[in-house]
């Protein structure tokens, strides 16, 4: 193997395993590229035969948020006593080119105009764009349906209109979690314009767990430089991968893992949003690439089958020196958030089980100290379950607690 070779497959083995950071759900600044080199087309998820999720041409001419198309829908089972609307609008991937992003907006018949919005970033774990949640709140697929979303009802009770953005975005960028912070933002900013919804003088916060957890986390980071014009009351995050290089080397790194599927699948979601970095598919081995091929639209049950007890050895050519590569390196390195030096400047409530096994608690620990000293307001939560998912229970009516108490007014407490 010549040395450029040996680079390129180092690299491709490299994006494989530091995805392994996102086996809980789903993560610094690059240059844009000058002239983005686009995905290769087999490496993207097969479109929906949905005329709605088509991509204007003229993006380039919308500001971030700009509505683009919107529809009424029939309310998602599990759902009263709303309307339900999907509003399509202009975002921004992680190459800094434009992108026609959706929400799903749930707005209670008694609500009060301008009254409480909540982003609510869910988890997804796809690479398909049939697991994005503007599809899988009406599936009649057991393996698909959204079995969280009802207890949102909550704050649909409480009066809150609640907006669900499909942040991984239109490639299905499982992975790429600066993105989706900036799809949430994006998403809000489109809310305030929709008129069914009232809100443009409303009070807005965000929340969502683990990979919903990350966009959240990301927007609320993200949002003094990106979003300067949007005053958010408060967010929500728990069970957060801060860290993607600490979580792949903490996850099957050396060994196969049950749970490789997912790390497997984040890969192809950073491959679709950085194709030049990250030419993953030219560099898996035979084995990899029957696993590409059936993991290219793929939701989170059947990336867990496919990816059990396998490992980034296995899959990649040039396998075990996977950390060399400072191209494929720059880009985990880049959605990981404890990384990035930007700081919210809202108040943040964050929660987690201190014993969690998939995600680097110390990594949570880090960046909240990290905000803590930069003065901002965090009250930490720390659950006694040690399992990942039933801490997600746990910690949220406690979190929507604090956001009522946000959209109230009341001075944001601090465990800092």
Not at 104 to 114: E, K
Not at 162 to 182: E, T
Not at 293 to 308: F, H, K, Q, Y
Request: hydrophobic share 40%.
């Amino acid at each position: 193997m010549n040395g450029l070779n040996k680079v390129r497959h180092n690299r491709a083995a490299a994006v494989l395993v530091l995805a392994f950071a996102l086996v809980a759900s789903g993560i610094g600044a690059a240059k844009v590229q000058a002239a983005p080199v686009e995905p290769d087309p087999a490496a993207l998820p097969t479109p929906l035969p949905d005329s709605f999720y088509r991509k204007p041409n003229n993006l380039d001419k919308k500001r971030n948020g700009d509505i683009l198309a919107t529809r009424s829908r029939s309310n998602p089972q599990g759902f009263f006593d709303i309307r339900t609307y999907q509003v399509k609008f202009r975002s921004t991937d992680s190459r800094g080119e434009p992108i026609a992003a959706v929400t799903t907006v749930l707005v209670p018949n008694r609500r009060a105009a301008n009254g409480p919005v909540l982003s609510f970033q869910h988890v997804v774990n796809a690479t398909g764009l049939q697991c994005a949640p503007s599809q899988a709140l009406w599936t009649t697929d057991p393996n698909l349906t959204i079995r969280e979303a009802p207890g949102l009802n909550i704050a649909l009770q409480r009066g809150w209109t609640v907006a669900i953005p499909d942040h991984l975005g239109p490639r299905s960028a499982y992975g790429a979690a600066k993105l989706g912070g900036q799809i949430t933002l994006d998403g809000i900013r489109a809310v305030k314009q929709f008129r069914p919804a009232a809100a443009r003088h409303s009070r807005v916060a965000m929340a969502g767990y683990s990979g919903g957890g990350m966009a959240t986390a990301w927007a609320a980071a993200l949002q003094p430089t990106y979003a300067k014009d949007l005053k958010i009351a408060g967010a929500a995050y728990g069970g957060v991968p801060m860290n993607l290089v600490k979580m792949a080397e903490g996850l099957g790194y050396e060994n196969p893992h049950p749970a490789f599927g997912l790390a497997f699948a984040a890969a192809i979601g950073m491959s679709r949003e950085y194709p030049a970095a990250i030419p993953m598919r030219r560099f898996l081995s035979p084995l990899g690439k029957q696993m590409y091929s059936e993991l290219r639209n793929a939701c989170t049950n059947d990336i867990l089958r496919v990816g059990a007890g396998h490992s980034a050895k296995q899959v990649a050519i040039g396998g075990k020196q996977i950390f060399y590569d400072r191209t494929a390196r720059s880009k985990v390195e880049e959605n990981s958030l404890s990384l990035y030096r930007g700081v919210p400047t809202m108040p943040i409530f964050e929660w987690h089980s201190p014993t969690d096994v998939l995600i680097p608690v110390a990594s949570i620990d880090y960046t909240t100290r990290r905000y803590c000293r930069a003065g901002v307001r965090v009250q930490s939560l720390l659950t006694p379950s040690p399992d990942h998912m039933s801490a997600a229970v746990i910690g949220l009516l406690p979190a929507f607690n604090y956001l009522q108490d946000r959209f109230d007014g009341k001075p944001a407490p601090s465990t800092c």
